[in-house]
């Protein structure tokens, strides 16, 4: 693929205005929650495929926007997808598979093996990650940085839902295999994160999380920068 150069000059602000949206889009940020009680309210397509093209605008390794978006919306698939979600957790939460580690580091947030969130949502959106491309001829293409590129995707995908009015919860069931067999995926892709999609209930109740403050998120060099 070839890409020619063309002028690019991103808006410039004046420090006051660069400071006001900068603490207007932390704000909006700061706003989103990671919900696991959905509404069952219908949510339009068009929504979902605007968040999906919102992801396709991240940078990626070599530009090989190495993500697929597998995006399911009937009734009878997103019960498959619970109930293979389901065996799966039933043994990481019921049958011992978590490790004592993670099982306390979960605690707080009183996950359990019941994931009927993936049935209420009205969409369950499938990021899969490209592990390599494949060439008409069937010989492969290697992709970098593949998890890096696929993060950023599923980061501005979230963004733009939550900027729709609309909540996910980045689920990871473990292990993720089932979902290549229900999205009949190839097996150059792996399942990377299944995103319910919709409402947040009306009576939807989340953890009351603390952010780590900026001390513990932020170092400076040298340390003793003193600008803020
Ligand atoms: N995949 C399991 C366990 C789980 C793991 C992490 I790390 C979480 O932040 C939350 C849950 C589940 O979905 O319940």
Redesign the pocket.
């Known amino acids: 693929m070839e890409h020619p150069f063309v002028p690019y000059a991103p808006p410039r602000y004046n420090p006051d205005e660069m400071i006001r949206r900068g603490a207007e889009f932390l704000a909006f940020a700061d706003a989103r929650r990671s919900v696991r009680m959905f509404s069952d309210e219908p949510v339009p397509f068009r929504a979902v495929e605007l968040a999906v093209r919102a992801a396709g605008t991240a940078p990626s390794g070599a530009h090989q926007q190495p993500w697929k978006f597998v995006v399911i919306g009937d009734r009878e698939t997103r019960r498959r997808v619970r109930e293979a ?1 389901e065996v ?2 039933r043994q ?2 019921e049958g011992g598979r ?1 490790p004592p580690e ?1 099982r306390e ?2 605690a707080p ?1 009183e ?3 019941d ?1 009927g969130y993936l049935e209420v949502a009205p969409w369950l959106v499938v990021c899969f990650a490209e592990k390599y491309g494949v060439r008409p001829d069937g010989s492969k293409v290697r992709h970098y940085y593949v998890n890096e590129s696929v993060g950023i995707a599923c980061g501005l995908f979230i963004a733009a839902l939550h900027a729709m009015g609309l909540s996910t919860l ?5 292990p993720m295999a089932f979902l290549t067999e229900i999205c009949e995926r190839p097996p150059s892709e792996r399942p990377y994160i299944l995103f319910p999609v919709g409402y947040a209930a009306p009576d939807a109740l989340v953890p009351d999380l603390v952010r780590k403050p900026l001390d513990q998120t932020m170092v400076t060099f040298p340390p003793n920068l003193g600008l803020s």
């Open positions: 979600a799966e957790e990481n939460y978590l993670w580091a979960l947030l996950t359990t093996s994931k980045t689920h990871t069931p473990n």
